[in-house]
Each structure stands twice: as structure tokens, then as C-alpha cells.
């Protein structure tokens, strides 16, 4: 074992208190850090949100989870739609990433100043009366005030379900690329030395 593999199993005792790299070896197969531990973590974080904010949605959670997994993978609505099997659901996962806490930097590229909608917003004005102020429809007072509200539910809980989501995701990649690495310079230890010699 070189130095590599020593610190790499040093990690993995610090972070499980186990005795041995075998013991965490055995029990990743269905326990933390698997796949279907993640996806259990992440539905479970969707459907508390959804009950504590009402989502209105018709997007099954099993469907919102693969929004938060493909918004963390980089996928645009357009391709998240994709992954659902329906193009036409495009609108409604970026409504649905919104009720998530899932922010884009386009999510505020409105019409009108959103500074002012969200001093309206925060005065109590109506959507309608805000349409009228603003020079624009309803429906676009209503997308964006959408997201004035959600950014305000982000922050009343400190970006609470955004740090739960990357937790989840980020344990999970760390998991694996130490797994790689382990299993990796595993490999190299047991060819180290090797002389290879194929002919055709």
C-alpha cells in the first residue's frame, strides 16, 4: 500500500469511525453514499418542501427529484423536459425548479425593473395592480412575482433546502471519487512492477 492509498483509507476511517476500510467497503452496498440512498435523501427533502409550501404542480415528486438531479447536472429546463419524456413540460419545470428554491440568473431577466416589482410585492399590492404599474400582463406579474417569493422563502430558512440538496449530491460525488480512487490506485499497486509484453 503507498502513500496514496494510506491517506485516501485515512479519509474514509475519519469520516465513518470504522476500524477498517472493509467494514465501509461492506456496508456502502444499500447503505450511505449508494444511489438509492440518495434518492431516498433527495424525495424526502422534496416532499417535505411540498407540504411545507403547497406546491401547485403536476409534477410527481419522483419527477421534481429528477429536476433537482438534472438542475445540479447542469441541464436546462429544455433538457430537464427532455429527461421527463415530454418537451412540452419545459414551463413546467422551471415553475416546479422555482417551488424547489432552484435558482437561474435568467429567473430575474424581467421586462420591467424587478426591483420595483418586489417593493410592490412587499407593499401588498395586488397582481393586478401591479400589472398596471408596471405596464405588462398579469401573467408575467404573476411568473415573476413567483420568484420574488420563493427567493424571500429561500432566505427566511437560510437557503435550507439548497444546502440539503448540494449536501446530498456533494457527499454522493465525494463518495464515488474516492471510491475510484481507492479502487484505482488499488489497481496500480497490484500492477506495479508488471512487465507487459503482447505482441499481434
Excluded: W
Excluded at 393586478?128 to 420563493?150: G, M, N, P, Q
Aim: proline share 2%.
Amino acid at each position: 500500500m503507498n502513500k496514496k492509498t494510506e491517506e485516501l483509507r485515512d479519509m474514509f476511517l475519519d469520516m465513518t469511525d470504522e476500524e477498517t476500510v472493509t467494514e465501509k467497503q461492506e456496508e456502502t452496498h444499500g447503505s450511505l453514499g449508494t444511489e438509492e440512498r440518495v434518492e431516498e435523501q433527495l424525495l424526502a427533502v422534496v416532499a417535505e418542501m411540498r407540504e411545507r409550501y403547497d406546491f401547485d404542480t403536476p409534477l410527481t415528486d419522483e419527477e421534481l427529484r429528477t429536476v433537482v438531479r438534472r438542475f445540479y447536472a447542469g441541464d436546462g429546463d429544455d433538457g430537464i423536459a427532455d429527461e421527463l419524456g415530454d418537451e412540452s413540460l419545459k414551463e413546467d419545470v422551471a415553475s416546479a425548479r422555482i417551488d424547489l428554491h432552484l435558482f437561474r440568473p435568467s429567473d430575474t431577466d424581467a421586462p420591467f425593473e424587478i426591483e420595483t416589482l418586489r417593493t410592490l410585492v412587499r407593499d401588498g399590492a395586488t397582481t393586478a395592480d401591479c400589472a398596471a404599474e408596471l405596464d405588462t400582463d398579469e401573467s408575467t406579474v404573476r411568473r415573476y412575482r413567483r420568484v420574488i417569493e420563493a427567493k424571500d422563502e429561500a432566505r427566511t430558512v437560510n437557503q435550507q433546502y439548497i444546502n440539503e440538496f448540494e449536501n446530498i449530491l456533494q457527499d454522493r460525488e465525494i463518495s464515488d471519487r474516492m471510491t475510484s480512487d481507492i479502487q484505482q490506485d488499488g489497481l496500480d499497486d497490484a500492477t506495479d512492477g508488471m512487465e507487459t509484453n503482447v505482441s499481434f
